[in-house]
């Protein structure tokens, strides 16, 4: 069972948004400005897409955004496209104890 | 641009050690703005950090509190790369196992650059 929880599936149509949560606790997301997401299609290595709660890489879209709020983080993904179709990962720093923790993964789809 | 790549067998009997090394480009194992890490996953524990080494005026090593008395990560500073040791496994071990960069300063925030990941099958 993994540390943060997310929703084990989303989907969306082309154009539309969709918001993907990660729910951790006071001695994770609620306690650091520190959640990461990554992107991961089918067979393929994990892609950071938003660090800090809400930067972005260079190189990843403006449709990706992330926030937090208490102990969930969530990532948006707007004007949704057919690429957009991965699995969906939140990751958190949870002190120097646990250091580093994953929430299980979304699997987004476009119809 | 930071390239990791991994090397190591893919199959590794129960009981033994799973070795696996990551080859840094782009980098340095001893870059005092980086940490270099060992993710893992499998469908049924997702994805799992493990552990990781870094140096900031001197070697540091952290370690998952799950795998903690078995795992050694270990940096090798003439090849510029690092290692991952975890003894006594089973078939519980058996995932994809990734090395990643840790990067953003001296407090690392994120894992922005990551191996091609490794299927370490433990079997007999």
């Known amino acids: 069972q993994s540390a943060l929880t997310q929703p084990a599936s989303v989907s969306g149509s082309p154009g539309q948004s969709i918001t993907i949560s990660c729910t951790g606790t006071?001695?994770?997301?609620?306690?650091?400005?520190?959640v990461s997401w990554y992107q991961q299609h089918p067979g393929k290595v994990p892609k950071l897409i938003i660090y800090e709660g809400s930067k972005r890489p260079s190189g990843v879209s403006n449709r990706f955004s992330g926030s937090k709020s208490g102990n969930t983080a969530s990532l948006t993904i707007s004007g949704l496209q057919a690429e957009d179709e991965a699995d969906y990962y939140c990751c958190s720093y949870a002190g120097t104890t646990t250091f580093w923790v994953f929430g299980g993964g979304t699997k987004l789809t476009v119809l | 641009q930071v390239q990791l790549q991994q090397s190591g067998p893919g199959l590794v009997k129960p009981s033994q050690t799973l070795s696996l090394t990551c080859a840094i480009s782009?980098?340095?194992?001893?870059?005092?703005?980086?940490?270099w890490n060992w993710i893992r996953q499998s469908p049924s524990r997702g994805l799992e950090w493990l552990g990781r080494t870094y140096y900031r005026s001197k070697w540091y090593s952290n370690y998952a509190v799950s795998v903690k008395s078995r795992i050694s990560v270990n940096p090798d500073t003439s090849k510029n790369q690092f290692s991952l040791q975890l003894n006594s496994v089973t078939p519980e071990d058996t995932a994809v196992y990734y090395c990643a960069r840790a990067g953003g300063g001296t407090m690392v925030t994120m894992f922005d650059y990551w191996g091609q990941g490794t299927l370490v099958t433990v079997s007999s």
């Open positions: 006071s001695s994770d997301v609620g306690s650091y400005n520190l």
């Open positions: 782009g980098d340095s194992v001893s870059s005092n703005s980086a940490a």
